[in-house]
């Protein structure tokens, strides 16, 4: 089958970092037809840079002629408004953890097997889970109603991510860009907490606009109600030679895959009207296996050999 996806692709100038940095970011999102959707971001532009002076390269790689390119991180929050079968969601994490269980054919002997751990994560602040934590690798905004097989039916969040500290908690600054403490949030959904930043915070980082820390303190209940998803990405950004002209976007970004996680019985994409259904002994069928024609059918349109006789006739010069 075609592994067929739609995309959606834009340009950012200048988001805002916790220090100066890359001046543009590319923004894209995926759309496959398994039920997934990929979001990411990923940085492009001029890297942020200073004048080399004696006792510099501490704060950066020299990059050119008198030209150092500061260290610096990228932060990306994305709000995941989602709202699985209805607004009436739950947080849900999974993961994994080894049990030593005797054998069934050997008892005498043991071996680790890991078994499925299930949690639900009940209040906004048990659900925010901070970036300095260990958190589990499945992280689900699940219905209470059940597929075919009996299970919850989630969208999970996978995170891309390669990002470390922010900015301590001790600075005043810090308070600008209080989602960045969180790996991923979950809160009720309120119409009075639209963003987790503001374009106006970066005029007043003490007191901003908008602490998006704030939005926890309440504590609310998440059990069964309308929830959104606060996700941070992003990288720390050390630029190197390769980064001139232009930052490189490949693994210099963040995102979020939404991936149905037994939202469905089983596969949508299997029933796409593109599907090809090869059964034993049709392999060599031409009509529903183009790879097994590739001898007769050629990959490029044979095309006249490519003649050029200058300007000659096709352009005429008056004196
Ligand atoms: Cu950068």
Not at 303 to 312: K, V
Request: net charge negative; glycine share 6%; hydrophobic share 30%.
């Amino acid at each position: 089958m075609l592994g067929r996806e739609c995309w959606l692709r834009s340009e950012t100038e200048n988001y805002s970092h916790q220090s100066p940095g890359n001046t543009a970011g590319d923004n894209r999102q995926i759309k496959i037809k398994s039920g997934s959707v990929e979001t990411n971001v990923h940085a492009t532009g001029y890297i942020s840079s200073s004048f080399n002076v004696d006792g510099n390269l501490k704060y950066g790689h020299k990059v050119a002629e008198n030209t150092i390119g500061n260290i610096h991180t990228h932060f990306i929050n994305f709000k995941v408004d989602l709202d699985v079968l209805g607004v009436e969601n739950v947080f849900q994490t999974k993961d994994m953890k080894f049990m030593n269980v005797s054998l069934p054919w050997m008892p005498e002997r043991y071996a680790m097997v890991p078994q499925l751990v299930e949690a639900q994560l009940k209040t906004e602040k048990e659900a925010a889970l901070r970036y300095d934590t260990k958190t589990p690798r499945y992280l689900h905004i699940a219905s209470n109603r059940t597929n075919r097989w009996g299970h919850q039916r989630s969208y999970r969040l996978q995170v891309v991510s390669f990002t470390g500290d922010s900015l301590p908690e001790t600075e005043p600054e810090e308070k600008s860009m209080s989602w960045a403490r969180y790996k991923v949030a979950i809160t009720k959904h309120k119409d009075s907490e639209q963003t987790s930043s503001s374009l106006y915070s970066q005029n007043n980082m003490w007191t901003p606009a908008v602490d998006f820390s704030k939005y926890i303190e309440d504590d609310e209940s998440i059990e069964n109600q309308d929830l959104v998803a606060w996700v941070t990405t992003g990288f720390l950004h050390i630029p190197h030679a390769e980064d001139i002209p232009n930052t490189v976007t490949v693994g210099n970004g963040g995102g979020v895959i939404l991936r149905p996680h037994n939202y469905f019985d089983e596969d949508p994409s299997i029933h796409s009207p593109d599907g090809v259904y090869i059964s034993p002994g049709s392999e060599g069928n031409c009509e529903n296996n183009k790879m097994a024609c590739l001898a007769e059918d050629a990959c490029s349109p044979v095309i006249e050999p490519f003649t050029y006789n200058g300007f000659e006739g096709t352009m005429k010069f008056e004196e």
